[in-house]
């Protein structure tokens, strides 16, 4: 019924129960009851939701530049170890295709490295626009 999808809808949601709490007589607070209870289960769930391993750096219309934490379990790998996983799971091939502006993905470039004990590699990815 209210479902939060985005850091907006979390302020919403916020805001209404704050509303709720400080301008709703008891009666009415009683007959929210339910209401109540799914705003804050959905908060719960937005706060809760598992953090991905890839934060975009910077987008615009033909492309993004993404920040890629690879795997915990290659932290003691060789380079070419980690290399080889950011590869096989995240390097976007480009396909050619007979038509113009097909809007497939392509990595551009990439570049690994350490960070505090972890590997990571910068992704630029571009778009056929």
Sequence with gaps: MFKITDAEKLRDAYTLLA???DDATAE???GMAAFIANIKKE???YNNRPVSNVRIISA???GR???VQLPDKLDE???MDATNWFLNHHYLKSYNSPYDCTGQEF???FYLFRRRGHWFAYH???FDV
């Design 19 to 21: 509303f709720i709490r």
């Design 28 to 30: 009415q607070k009683s």
């Design 43 to 45: 908060i719960r769930a």
């Design 60 to 62: 615009d219309y033909d």
């Design 65 to 67: 530049l993404e920040l």
């Design 77 to 79: 790998a060789h380079e």
């Design 107 to 109: 990595t551009n470039w």
């Design 124 to 126: 630029s990815v571009s």
